[in-house]
């Protein structure tokens, strides 16, 4: 009897929880997540902003409300991506190197975490505002550009972002100062609120935004295997709709009067053109951010319900090291590298909105590269080219087709020789009066 608990003694002094589980491997992944944000807040920042300076110029499209939607997707994927680095350096500092950090008060905690998850939700219902307009575009062509606006638009994301600040303000009783257990003080959540996290910034915008982007690729594929008769009929009608209204603008102008009815329709053709390309390539732009958000956001919705429905991390609290067996403890690790995993994969649609737009988009891609070869040539890194000089001294309208592709080109061109074909018939028809005239008189 002695024996037997001076041995159980002799296990409760010489078992260390500590030495259990901090092996080699979890000591990686805890050093993965104090240092995974530091790598991602420069990337994330710097291209967002880039997003934002080439969605800026208007040439991708004008009137595209989806650019729009682009726009303040970049803004708050700036704003989160920054406020999580925030929580996470301060909790970080606090715990890890146990620095007495004068802004981790009650106050600031809250309105941290208020402001952090309302960015993340707007983020994350602008994509579904987004594929929402790309759907009525995409079903109801020749009505969308009435229904929705770019004023409109931009309506819609500021009021959808006040409604999303007030659910989101249920933080403030959730989050506080709690303490470590080295009693460092860090901000957290006292409790967890699934409602909230299901309705604005998990399962429910994510459901959406699948079957949404469903509907997108269902009209597109039902559009592409249309009938060319149908597909005819609604293209004349839009083109009648762009010449009244190309008509209306050149006589309320009172310029190009003389413009006739075949350069009236080269000049509606490259505009229909551009337009249908330019709305392609937004479409691609978009689908790629929607999907990749689908595929990132997929093990976090999986996680998420899990640690829900049982969360083994909580097996080691309160239990002394003889009680916590080998399977707890492994039960434990899993969980904690896949959260550290969820984390990481929720925060990479913050940073790489960039490369998908550069990859789908080619407007954005040659504006972008545009954009670099200009500022290279005025801080006189590289020479500007002689030849393209050459080009637009001796022709100017050809200097102007430089932002154009082939197609484009090919209906300029036609364009341009219908003015010298309508010269040249002015030109023979004089002629032939002046001759007519000569005949009369001898």
């Given at each position: 009897?002695n024996?037997t608990?001076?041995?159980s003694l002799l296990?409760?002094?010489t078992?260390?929880?500590k030495?259990r589980?901090?092996?080699?491997?979890?000591?990686?992944?805890?050093?993965?997540?104090?240092?995974?944000l530091?790598?991602l807040?420069?990337p994330?920042v710097l291209l967002?902003?880039?997003?934002?300076?080439v969605?800026s110029r208007?040439?991708?499209?004008k009137?595209?409300?989806?650019?729009?939607?682009?726009?303040?997707?970049a803004?708050?994927?700036i704003l989160?991506?920054?406020?999580k680095y925030?929580?996470?350096?301060?909790?970080?500092?606090?715990?890890?190197?146990?620095?007495?950090?004068?802004?981790?008060?009650?106050?600031?905690?809250?309105i941290?975490?208020?402001?952090?998850n309302?960015?993340?939700?707007?983020?994350m219902?602008?994509?579904v505002?987004?594929?929402?307009?790309?759907?009525v575009?995409?079903?109801?062509?020749?009505?969308?550009?009435?229904?929705?606006?770019?004023?409109?638009?931009?309506?819609?994301?500021?009021f959808t972002s006040?409604?999303?600040?007030?659910?989101?303000?249920?933080?403030?009783?959730?989050?506080?100062v709690?303490?470590?257990n080295n009693?460092?003080?860090y901000?957290?959540l006292?409790?967890?609120s699934?409602i909230?996290d299901?309705?604005?910034?998990?399962?429910?915008?994510?459901?959406?935004?699948?079957?949404?982007n469903i509907?997108?690729v269902?009209?597109l594929?039902?559009?592409?295997?249309?009938?060319f008769?149908?597909?005819?009929?609604?293209?004349?009608?839009?083109?009648q709709?762009?010449s009244?209204?190309?008509?209306?603008k050149?006589?309320?102008s009172?310029?190009?009067?003389?413009?006739?009815?075949q350069?009236?329709s080269?000049?509606?053709d490259?505009?229909?053109?551009?337009?249908?390309r330019?709305?392609?390539?937004?479409?691609?732009?978009?689908?790629?951010?929607?999907l990749?958000?689908i595929?990132f956001n997929?093990?976090?919705?999986i996680?998420?319900?899990l640690?829900?429905?049982n969360?083994?991390?909580?097996?080691l609290?309160?239990?002394?090291?003889?009680?916590?067996s080998?399977n707890?403890i492994?039960?434990y690790?899993?969980?904690?590298?896949?959260?550290?995993?969820?984390?990481?994969l929720s925060?990479?649609?913050?940073?790489?909105?960039?490369?998908?737009?550069?990859?789908?988009?080619?407007?954005?891609r040659?504006?972008?590269?545009?954009e670099?070869?200009h500022?290279?040539?005025?801080?006189?890194?590289?020479k500007?080219k002689?030849?393209?000089?050459?080009?637009q001294?001796s022709?100017?309208?050809?200097?102007?087709?430089?932002?154009?592709?082939s197609?484009q080109?090919r209906l300029?061109?036609?364009n341009t020789?219908?003015?010298?074909q309508k010269?040249t018939?002015?030109s023979f028809?004089?002629?032939t009066?002046?001759?007519?005239l000569?005949?009369?008189?001898?």
């Amino acid at each position: 009897m002695n024996s037997t608990m001076n041995n159980s003694l002799l296990l409760t002094s010489t078992c260390s929880l500590k030495l259990r589980v901090y092996t080699s491997d979890y000591l990686f992944f805890k050093f993965l997540t104090g240092i995974y944000l530091r790598l991602l807040i420069g990337p994330g920042v710097l291209l967002n902003t880039l997003c934002l300076f080439v969605l800026s110029r208007s040439k991708l499209l004008k009137k595209s409300t989806t650019v729009t939607f682009l726009r303040f997707l970049a803004i708050f994927d700036i704003l989160a991506i920054t406020l999580k680095y925030i929580r996470a350096e301060l909790n970080y500092q606090s715990i890890e190197k146990k620095k007495n950090i004068i802004l981790i008060t009650p106050v600031f905690c809250k309105i941290l975490y208020v402001c952090m998850n309302a960015c993340i939700s707007i983020t994350m219902w602008t994509i579904v505002l987004m594929s929402l307009d790309k759907a009525v575009a995409v079903s109801y062509p020749l009505k969308a550009g009435i229904w929705i606006t770019q004023k409109r638009a931009f309506y819609i994301c500021c009021f959808t972002s006040l409604i999303l600040l007030f659910a989101n303000l249920n933080f403030i009783t959730l989050s506080n100062v709690l303490s470590a257990n080295n009693n460092q003080g860090y901000c957290g959540l006292m409790e967890h609120s699934l409602i909230i996290d299901i309705l604005t910034a998990s399962i429910l915008p994510i459901a959406l935004i699948t079957v949404i982007n469903i509907v997108i690729v269902v009209n597109l594929y039902r559009v592409s295997h249309a009938p060319f008769d149908s597909y005819t009929n609604e293209d004349k009608i839009d083109r009648q709709h762009l010449s009244i209204h190309i008509t209306r603008k050149i006589f309320s102008s009172g310029r190009d009067r003389s413009q006739s009815p075949q350069n009236s329709s080269v000049i509606t053709d490259t505009s229909q053109a551009i337009k249908r390309r330019t709305n392609a390539q937004v479409t691609r732009m978009l689908l790629a951010v929607t999907l990749s958000l689908i595929i990132f956001n997929i093990p976090n919705i999986i996680i998420f319900l899990l640690t829900r429905i049982n969360n083994p991390r909580q097996l080691l609290h309160g239990r002394s090291c003889i009680e916590v067996s080998d399977n707890d403890i492994k039960s434990y690790k899993i969980s904690f590298y896949s959260t550290v995993v969820q984390d990481i994969l929720s925060d990479l649609p913050h940073i790489i909105n960039f490369f998908l737009y550069y990859l789908a988009g080619k407007k954005f891609r040659n504006i972008f590269l545009h954009e670099v070869n200009h500022c290279f040539i005025k801080c006189h890194l590289i020479k500007r080219k002689k030849q393209s000089r050459l080009i637009q001294n001796s022709n100017p309208e050809l200097s102007n087709q430089t932002g154009f592709n082939s197609t484009q080109r090919r209906l300029l061109s036609g364009n341009t020789s219908l003015k010298s074909q309508k010269t040249t018939n002015v030109s023979f028809n004089t002629l032939t009066n002046k001759l007519t005239l000569n005949d009369e008189k001898s």
